[in-house]
């Protein structure tokens, strides 16, 4: 899911955003990124910007500051199906139109439909028979399509965040690319049906975007914890609290005895459900700063 902001952000089961300004440009975004893959336990896994079956990308274009996180459906190994390849493609190809001007800052939803429109087109076959649940905010516009989100705080407290957006229990919405002979027979969202708003930030607003391995295995006030160790807006601060974020939600979703977010969610939903969730994690950490070219 995508996430873009103007200010804006990217999410796939992510969200796409960024920050952008029509005038002259004020504030920019300092992002930095962390992440681990569900079946990596001794560190950090990154292969260009992947964490597992997650993606991510940040871009900057003299109109915006764009990035965002997909998360790849990890069920469609089931099928024989690589779901990183879709997830790092649709991020590559979002990054792409940003870098060549081919978006509206206003309509972070476009750099999302544009993107998954040309995997349709070209058909490529490691993509076929993928999801992704994408989310999108922009300068700031937001669009959500899934469960990888976004939170916006300010002054030690949360004044912004995405929707889920979920069919039932753990069914969060979610584009694809169906295998042949499976089209009807599987989810398959469009991303018009990705959850739009605006809202304004402020210098030093930290923004938090991510694939539902954070949020699944991390509450509001255990993140709001470790954003307080953030004292600097330097790019070294920020990768260390987007690091230590990671690093925390990773062990909680391998702790059995740990009531997470996700075990209380299955637990209102009459199931028996206690521990973390093993999953790719994806964090990007932003914060709102002056502008420099």
Not at 1 to 26: E, N, P
Not at 259 to 286: E, H, W, Y
Request: a negative charge; glycine letters at 10%; proline letters at 4%.
């Amino acid at each position: 899911m995508l996430s873009v902001l103007s200010y804006g952000r990217l999410v796939a089961r992510a969200v796409i955003g960024g920050l952008s300004q029509t005038d002259s440009r004020d504030y920019s975004l300092v992002t930095a990124s962390c992440g681990f893959g569900k079946d990596f336990r001794r560190g950090i896994l990154k292969k260009g910007m992947c964490y597992g079956d997650d993606a991510c990308f940040i871009a900057r274009h003299r109109s915006a500051d764009v990035l965002g996180v997909a998360d790849g459906v990890g069920g469609w190994r089931d099928y024989g199906v690589d779901p990183s390849q879709f997830s790092s493609t649709l991020m590559k190809t979002c990054e792409r139109l940003v870098k060549e001007g081919r978006f509206v800052p206003s309509s972070p939803v476009g750099v999302l439909t544009t993107s998954y429109y040309e995997l349709l087109q070209n058909k490529v076959p490691l993509l076929e028979g993928m999801f992704l649940n994408p989310a999108a905010v922009t300068g700031c516009t937001q669009a959500n399509l899934g469960d990888s989100g976004f939170l916006v705080v300010r002054g030690g407290e949360v004044v912004h965040r995405s929707d889920e957006q979920q069919h039932y229990f753990n069914t969060p919405f979610q584009l694809s690319i169906a295998p042949p002979g499976a089209e009807g027979a599987v989810l398959s969202d469009s991303p018009d049906a990705a959850d739009s708003s605006s809202f304004d930030v402020q210098l030093g607003d930290i923004i938090l975007t991510a694939t539902d391995g954070l949020f699944d295995n991390m509450p509001d006030y255990m993140i709001l914890q470790e954003l307080k160790k953030l004292k600097n807006t330097n790019y070294e601060s920020i990768q260390q609290t987007a690091q230590s974020i990671a690093e925390q939600a990773h062990i909680l979703a391998y702790d059995p005895n740990y009531m997470s977010p996700f075990a209380q969610f299955a637990c209102d939903n009459g199931l028996n459900v206690r521990g973390g969730k093993p999953d790719d994690i994806t964090v990007l950490l932003s914060i709102v700063a002056e502008y420099t070219d």
